[in-house]
């Protein structure tokens, strides 16, 4: 069953299903790119790793049910002996479940030149802690961009959620819902695009850069995010009957509830 929404789908960024989604969306960009690239590259998942602590603004949208004690549970206490003496009846504790830092990591597309084995092309869909201003994750995002972008590989940034602040902020490009965004190595000097898209847009087919005189590949997101919605199953997931997280801002909001009750869903 195809998603209701006619671009990107404002409930697949809700913080409990996007580690989902980001996976899913990952593997179909390698699975889309494979048979237009090869034999000349191949292309590869690989991860980006950084540690996240107590005091990261984006420590509680990582993983949090791992991260607090249900309301109800009162883990019990280790029972004292009876021969122990205790002058008081030790108050029972909630049980940390969390490690002062945690190792993160998110994973990215990278097309390798397989007679170099050099990167070309860095492809990253971002995640919600690359959003947080001051979260490690961002601080990690934005040096692997700058990384890049000093190289003569390329940098393609997929952004498709609407919450926290942009990761890049390319001039005189109109505000959107959602952006794409490519810094590509021409050789003389670096050229930068982006493909600004609101909500009600299809998802653009964007280009993914090869090295010269290889035409780039092209990677149509909203087949993409199509496919892995029906693989998935997103749509036995998604209560379309109640407000998306995070929330829409009036007029998409009733623009979303009107669409929903043509389709039955609301």
């Known amino acids: 069953m195809p998603s209701p929404f006619p671009g990107m789908d404002p409930y697949l960024e809700d913080p409990a299903l996007w580690p989902d989604v980001h996976h899913a969306l990952i593997e179909i960009i390698r699975e889309t790119l494979v048979p237009q690239v090869r034999p000349r590259y ?3 998942v690989e991860q980006r790793v950084y540690v996240n602590d107590v005091d990261d603004p984006a420590y509680r949208i990582m993983v949090p049910d791992l991260r607090i004690v249900r309301s109800g549970q009162r883990p019990s206490w280790p029972a004292q002996p009876e021969s122990a003496a205790v002058p008081q009846v030790i108050t029972q504790p909630v049980v940390v479940t969390n490690l002062p830092e945690e190792e993160i990591t998110e994973a990215r597309v ?3 030149d397989r007679a170099e084995t050099a990167v070309v092309t860095v492809i990253e869909v971002v995640s919600p802690t690359n ?3 001051g979260a490690a994750g961002r601080t ?4 692997k961009r700058k990384e890049v972008t000093t190289s003569a590989a390329h940098w393609l940034e997929i952004d498709l959620l609407r919450g926290g602040t942009r990761t890049a902020y390319p001039a005189g490009v109109p505000e959107s819902d959602y952006l794409v965004y490519l810094d590509r190595h021409t050789g003389e000097r670096r050229r930068r695009y982006a493909w600004p898209v609101d909500l009600r847009d299809r998802l653009p087919v964007v280009a993914v850069p090869l090295r010269e005189p290889d035409v780039d590949a092209a990677l149509d997101l909203q087949a993409a995010l199509n496919t892995i919605y ?5 749509d036995l997931e998604v209560n379309y009957a109640r407000a998306p997280e995070p929330p829409l801002l009036p ?8 669409l929903l009750t043509a389709k039955g869903l609301r």
């Open 131 to 133: 959003k947080v201003r």
């Open 230 to 234: 029906d693989r998935a199953g997103y």
């Open 251 to 258: 007029p998409a909001a009733q623009w979303a509830v009107d």
């Open 110 to 112: 990278e097309i390798i």
């Open 140 to 143: 990690s995002f934005i040096a």
């Open 42 to 44: 191949a292309v590869r």
